[in-house]
């Protein structure tokens, strides 16, 4: 069963970072692209990022360019996300998502909730 | 930017059939995916490829695509089906999502 579970997130300055980690299982981590989508609060979804499976191609929302890095570790069937430079308009639930094929996300985790206020 | 249109809300009573649409140059020439999301938890894949439905999904989702719109029916729909429904597609590397449908079943 694939199993995507994600944590990391938390309450934060305007200006502070935060890491997101996802926790991937139940399948063979390494042979897919996954991405990052968040939804703020009683708003639609948003695609924040995504990252090949062997890290090689690496894309970003113009929302989050040179803030947000994505990152994944095959030996620990990890993903992640290093948000610095914080907005209150960050504030959403962050869910990693996994590509069965380039551009089509199939499984998602239960996502995380970044708050970002003072 | 690529952009999808969904209507915002629609509403049936049970037993009746759903149709939820999603508006769009990109659809024209990419496949669309439909993803279902109840309140607090994660979205689930209820459409693939326009029309096509994942194991586990009953029958009564459906999809179809015409030109640059591509719509997903439920046929039948129960009181469970009341959720948001988000249309999908992806070009140029960028991930595209519609705006969301209320769906309301009573």
């Known amino acids: 069963e694939v199993q995507l579970v994600e944590s990391g997130g938390g309450l934060v300055k305007p200006g502070g970072s935060l890491r997101l980690s996802c926790a991937a299982s139940g399948f063979t981590f390494s042979s897919y692209s996954m991405n990052w989508v968040r939804q703020a609060p009683g708003k639609g979804l948003e695609w924040v990022s995504s990252?090949?499976?062997?890290?090689?191609?690496?894309y970003y929302a113009d929302s989050v360019k040179g803030r947000f890095t994505i990152s994944r570790d095959n030996a620990k069937n990890s993903l992640y996300l290093q948000m610095n430079s914080l907005r209150a308009e960050d504030t959403a639930v962050y869910y990693c998502?996994?590509?069965?094929?380039?551009?089509?996300?199939?499984?998602w985790g239960q996502g995380t909730l970044v708050t970002v206020s003072s | 930017s690529y952009e999808l249109t969904q209507p915002s809300s629609v509403s049936v009573s049970p037993g009746q059939t759903a149709r939820i649409t999603c508006s769009g140059d990109?659809?024209?020439?990419?496949?669309a995916r439909w993803f279902q999301q109840k309140p607090g938890q994660a979205p689930v894949l209820v459409i693939y490829?326009?029309?096509e439905r994942p194991s586990g999904i009953p029958e009564r989702f459906s999809g179809s695509s015409s030109g640059t719109t591509v719509t997903l029916t439920i046929s039948g729909a129960q009181v469970e089906d009341e959720a948001d429904y988000y249309c999908?597609?992806?070009?140029?590397?960028?991930?595209?999502f519609g705006g969301g449908t209320k769906l309301t079943v009573l």
């Open positions: 998502a996994r590509e069965e094929g380039p551009g089509n996300p199939d499984y």
């Open positions: 990109v659809l024209a020439k990419k496949y």
């Open positions: 990252i090949s499976s062997s890290s090689s191609y690496i």
């Open positions: 999908y597609s992806a070009a140029d590397n960028n991930w595209v």
């Open positions: 490829k326009d029309s």
